[in-house]
C-alpha cells in the first residue's frame, strides 16, 4: 500500500466550477501535511499547507482530518490556469512523501 | 526569497557515461538538501538526503555508489549518476531546506535526463 494515495484522475471540470481532491495517508507519526501543484514537465511548487483546524487561501481551502487520516482541498470557481497535477504531500522530522498527484482539466 | 536552481536544466548522453546535476540554494544557505527522481506519471521518489559536510543518507533501494551525492558547502549540492544507462533516464529534482526545524522544501526545477 502507498504511504499517501490519491485518485490520480483527471478530473475535469468546466470554468466556474467547485472542485474536491482528497488524499489518505498511512503513516499516523506524520507531522505536516501540504498540497502542492504541479505543472507538466515542472518542478512542484508549495500551494498550501494544512492544518487540523482547516485554512483557506483565496478560492482554496484545505482540510486534514488526523483521526481519519484524510486530507482534502477544495478549489472554487476554477481557472483555466488552475489546470494542473495536485500533489498531496505529507511530512514527517526529515523528508516529505509525495502523492503520485490528481490531475485537474479546466475547461472553457 | 528562496530560490533553488539546477544544472543543466536538460542532459542527453550515452549508455555508460557519467553525468553530474548541480543544485544550488541562491539567496539562502542550504543545511540539507534533497535529491528526487520522478519517472512519468509516478510521484516524486526520494533518492537520497544530504547534509552539509557529511555523508548522504540514501533511502532504501537507491544505489549509493551509483548516485553519488557531494555536499560541499551550504549552497551546493552535486548528484552524479555514474555509468548512467536507459533505465536511468528520468527527471531529478533537487530540494532545500532553509532551516532543520522548518520542514518546508523550496524545489529546483529539475533536471531531465535522457540516456541513450
Known amino acids: 500500500r502507498k504511504e499517501v494515495e490519491q485518485d490520480p484522475g483527471p478530473f475535469n471540470v468546466p470554468e466556474g466550477a467547485t472542485v474536491a481532491f482528497n488524499c489518505t495517508y498511512s503513516n499516523s507519526a506524520s507531522q505536516s501535511f501540504f498540497w502542492y501543484r504541479q505543472d507538466c514537465r515542472k518542478e512542484p511548487k508549495l500551494l498550501m499547507s494544512?492544518?487540523?483546524s482547516g485554512n483557506e487561501d483565496g478560492r482554496f481551502t484545505a482540510q486534514l482530518n488526523r483521526a481519519s487520516q484524510y486530507i482534502s482541498l477544495l478549489i472554487r470557481d476554477s481557472k483555466l490556469s488552475d489546470s494542473a497535477t495536485y500533489l498531496c504531500v505529507t511530512g514527517g522530522f526529515q523528508k516529505l512523501v509525495f502523492g503520485t498527484g490528481t490531475r485537474l482539466l479546466v475547461s472553457p | 526569497g528562496a530560490v533553488v536552481s539546477q544544472h543543466p536544466s536538460w542532459v542527453i548522453c550515452k549508455s555508460g557515461t557519467s553525468v553530474k546535476i548541480e543544485c544550488r540554494s541562491l539567496d539562502f544557505q542550504a543545511t540539507t538538501m534533497f535529491w528526487y527522481r520522478q519517472f512519468p506519471k509516478q510521484s516524486l521518489m526520494l533518492m537520497a538526503t544530504s547534509n552539509e559536510g557529511s555523508k548522504a543518507t540514501y533511502e532504501q533501494g537507491v544505489e549509493k555508489d551509483k548516485f553519488l551525492i557531494n555536499h560541499a558547502s551550504l549552497t551546493l549540492s552535486t548528484l552524479t549518476v555514474t555509468s548512467a544507462h536507459p533505465e536511468d533516464s528520468s527527471f531529478y529534482i533537487c530540494?532545500?531546506?532553509?532551516?532543520?526545524?522548518?520542514?518546508?522544501?523550496?524545489f529546483g526545477p529539475g533536471t531531465r535526463l535522457t540516456v541513450l
Open positions: 494544512v492544518y487540523s
Open positions: 530540494s532545500a531546506r532553509k532551516a532543520p526545524t522548518n520542514n518546508e522544501q523550496f
